[in-house]
């Protein structure tokens, strides 16, 4: 009975979600049945990219108590005494800690810089990392990179929904399209981040915003939440939206690489955290996963019959990815040298 009342979900998901350019809520799908009807599932995540820009994926892959032992790891490493974790701060590579206020999303209309806490890592190359990591970590770094690469795996499948959702023939590419120029062994800016927006009150009562209004840089985004909601969403281009906690689910939203690629189809939505009565008494944790294509891949149109065949920004030169990326970096980090 409950697998009965399951497909009823799912059907009502795949062919009862509306194809419009609006949404008030952020649909839900269910992962698992990707091998079996790559199509349908397909055709639901199409929807969702179309729409909103962000969907839930349940039974997407990665074990529970995988995903429960990062946020365990990265509580560790946030807990430490603050001279600990700046030994490792961030740098132009993008790897490091970034302390409090020193990232700004929105920088032309914060005051200050996000009240949160990051830790960004890079991959591992033959099983070592790419970067020095804290020693909290260092003990753990096969952990680390098997969740890494567990999520660029995860991202490969969403890649292969994508490019069966844009119909890119078996000649152009086919499934494979869009995951072959996300090759973890190649370089790209990819990115796993420990995220922790600590308990407390907002300094400034006027301040409602934790983490400023932006769109993501790559292709597309996994976010792990733990517990504690403040994720909103910019639903319709017009009005914010929570995106709730789902147990058991992955949110996955649409970044400027994959919105560029699709000729603006699939949309790269706004996003930003804000201050809530719960974080007065309690710790925000986070993960993501930023997933960016291969750094010398043009951010061109894609060979889809879907697309319009027009570009994003067309008064703008096609970028590589890489040169996307450091664009967008520049910009959020670019107050950090004066600081």
């Given amino acids: 009975m409950t697998e009965f009342r399951d497909w009823l979900f799912v059907l009502h998901t795949f062919f009862f979600q509306p194809l419009t350019s609006t949404m008030d809520h952020i649909p839900v799908i269910d992962f698992g049945l990707f091998e079996s009807d790559p199509k349908a599932v397909a055709a639901a995540v199409r929807s969702a990219c179309e729409s909103i820009g962000f969907l839930y994926l349940t039974n997407f892959g990665i074990p529970q108590a995988e995903v429960e032992r990062a946020f365990s790891l990265s509580a560790e490493f946030f807990n430490q005494p603050i001279e600990e974790k700046r030994k490792e701060e961030i740098t132009s590579n993008n790897l490091g800690y970034v302390g409090?206020?020193?990232?700004?999303?929105?920088?032309?209309?914060?005051?200050y810089g996000d009240t949160k806490e990051c830790f960004n890592f890079g991959k591992l190359v033959d099983g070592e990392p790419i970067q020095v990591l804290p020693s909290v970590i260092a003990e753990k770094k096969e952990f680390i990179g098997k969740f890494s690469v567990d999520c660029h795996k995860l991202c490969g499948r969403i890649l292969q929904a994508f490019a069966i959702a844009m119909e890119i023939k078996e000649e152009d590419g086919g499934i494979h399209y869009f995951e072959d120029r996300h090759k973890y062994t190649e370089r790209c800016g990819s990115v796993l981040r420990f995220l922790k927006y600590p308990k407390g009150d907002n300094a400034d009562p006027t301040e409602t915003v934790r983490a400023g209004s932006h769109s993501d840089y790559g292709s597309i985004t996994l976010l792990f939440q733990n517990g504690i909601p403040g994720l909103e969403v910019q639903a319709s281009r017009t009005h914010w939206i929570s995106a709730p906690i789902i147990p058991g689910a992955v949110l996955v939203n649409i970044g400027d690489q994959m919105e560029y690629w699709t000729g603006g189809r699939f949309k790269s939505t706004k996003h930003?955290?804000?201050?809530?009565?719960?974080?007065?008494q309690y710790d925000r944790y986070s993960i993501a996963y930023f997933c960016q294509a291969n750094d010398e891949v043009l951010l061109d149109v894609i060979p889809s019959p879907l697309s319009t065949g027009e570009k994003v920004n067309a008064d703008k030169p096609i970028m590589t990815a890489g040169e996307y990326l450091q664009e967008r970096l520049a910009r959020t980090y670019k107050f950090v040298a004066a600081a």
């Fill in 100 to 111: 409090m206020r020193k990232e700004i999303l929105d920088p032309g209309v914060q005051k």
């Fill in 272 to 280: 930003r955290v804000v201050f809530l009565p719960e974080h007065a």
